[in-house]
């Protein structure tokens, strides 16, 4: 049996969608780097994002994460961040969204250039 986090079966657009639903789409974005960066050693990386704060229960944070490298792992963080991308209540609640995704686009060229990114 495969871990979750070296699945490597291709995701249909439902199974990502509903991955970046337990991220989180505001989580995914502001996290993605920290993230992609620490992802080999996930369980001080989930430690030292619980203690951030953005989540009351450590197991929260655990879902997150996991969901999160499990995107990032199968090479579907473009898809995710493209779905952030074009989704105007993101960029209503979090006016920081722009700058965010240019500066995780610029990191990661590899990614892609987002469509109809703002």
């Given amino acids: 049996m495969k871990s979750i986090d070296t699945q490597t079966e291709p995701m249909t657009d439902k199974q990502v969608r509903r991955l970046l639903a337990s991220t989180g789409k505001w989580f995914f ?3 993605f780097e920290e993230v992609h960066s620490r992802k080999d050693n996930k369980k001080a990386l989930i430690d030292d994002l619980y203690e951030e704060g953005f989540d ?3 197991s929260g944070t655990t879902t ?3 969901c999160m490298i499990r995107l990032i792992n199968n090479g579907y963080a473009g898809d995710a961040l493209q779905i952030i991308a074009n989704s105007d209540r993101m960029f209503n609640d979090h006016p920081e969204l722009p700058m965010l995704l240019r500066q995780i686009y610029e990191s990661h060229p590899e990614l892609g250039e987002p469509h109809g990114a703002r």
């Fill in 29 to 31: 974005a502001k996290y």
């Fill in 56 to 58: 009351k229960n450590l």
């Fill in 64 to 66: 997150r994460v996991g």
